[in-house]
Nanobody
């Protein structure tokens, strides 16, 4: 059973930065994508950023230019650098990994709170 463990969440003032990391408990083969989603209170879970096996990335419009996703394929880790944070970025952030074989893995989530 693969577990994804996120770290790096916390409380920050608007305009500040946080870096999230996610590590898998064991090697995941045939990774299709690695990414981050978030869910704010009363809202649906939404895509924040994803990085695909060939290296391309996709970002939500709301975070473009402020967030950067990166990965270390050898270590099965994915990170999210978040700059110029806004109160509306407040949410629980979830790491996810999708494999070409159809497996989907999710972390337990890490809270990010941005104060105004």
């Amino acid at each position: 059973q693969v577990q994804l463990v996120e770290s790096g969440g916390g409380l920050v003032h608007a305009g500040g930065s946080l870096s999230l990391s996610c590590v898998a408990s064991r090697i995941i083969f045939s990774i299709k994508s690695m990414g981050w989603y978030r869910q704010a209170p009363g809202k649906q879970r939404e895509l924040v950023a994803v990085i695909f096996s060939e290296g391309s990335t996709t970002y939500a419009d709301s975070v473009k230019g402020r967030f950067t996703i990166s990965r270390d394929s050898a270590k099965n880790t994915v990170s999210l650098q978040m700059n110029r944070l806004k109160p509306e970025d407040t949410a629980v952030y979830y790491c996810t990994v999708q494999s070409f074989g159809g497996s989907s893995y999710w972390g337990q989530g890490t809270q990010v709170t941005v104060s105004s």
